[in-house]
């Protein structure tokens, strides 16, 4: 490739393969040695901390939270999620766009119990439900260790083959039919975003 040159399509697709690659080999090392589980810990931990944050009501009826009351390094990511949106006053937040903001935890909680594609490329559900919140993703029972798990956004979904593919690549086998709201009941934050419409399942 020439300095100063655009690429061909073929040095793209090499690119890709690498860069594929290469996250492959950066995930596996991280499976091993140990640091997913500290970044658990700790996105567990922050998950516990903003659930109890204390709900305000304001004199017209609005709810809201104060940003004061969150440790932090909490509170630095909640304005930076917030940033650009109104405000109920200065230091505040919105209850909704917080519900949203622990949505999020959740969902990064969720995502580090998961194993690498490498050590899992394919997994079975059973207990279903497809949920929607910004994205749209599964939760269900995890045939193997019988955990409730939530994937990455769904990327195709065979329903002859009841077959799911995710952002991950990695596919889903589901078992009987979806799976009513018990599901979502497992998830720490999830009731409280079902009950404001911000999150929606498909029974």
């Known amino acids: 490739?020439?300095?100063g040159?655009?690429?061909t399509p073929q040095e793209i697709d090499s690119l890709r393969r690498e860069m594929k690659e290469a996250e492959v080999l950066m995930r596996a090392e991280f499976a091993k040695s140990g640091m997913r589980q500290m970044f658990?810990?700790?996105a567990i931990a922050d998950l516990e901390m903003a659930r109890t944050a204390p709900v305000y009501t304001s004199e017209n009826g609005t709810r809201f939270i104060r940003v004061a009351d969150l440790p932090?390094?909490?509170a630095g990511r909640l304005l930076a999620f917030t940033r650009g949106s109104a405000a109920p006053g200065q230091g505040c937040v919105?209850?909704?766009?917080?519900l949203s903001f622990v949505g999020v935890l959740a969902k990064e909680v969720a995502r580090l119990s998961i194993p690498s594609i490498a050590e899992q490329p394919e997994c079975v559900l059973s207990r279903w439900n497809v949920v929607t919140f910004g994205e749209t993703f599964l939760i269900g029972v995890e045939g193997a260790s019988g955990r409730t798990r939530?994937?990455?956004a769904m990327q195709s979904f065979d329903m002859e083959t009841m077959v799911v593919v995710t952002r991950s690549g990695r596919r889903y086998h589901l078992q009987g039919a979806p799976y009513r709201e018990e599901v979502v009941e497992a998830r720490q934050g999830w009731p409280e975003l079902r009950d404001a419409g911000l999150l929606r399942t498909w029974v």
């Open 40 to 42: 658990l810990d700790q």
């Open 150 to 152: 939530t994937t990455s």
């Open 1 to 3: 490739m020439s300095e």
């Open 72 to 74: 932090d390094g909490l």
């Open 94 to 98: 919105y209850l909704t766009d917080y």
């Open 5 to 7: 040159q655009p690429l």
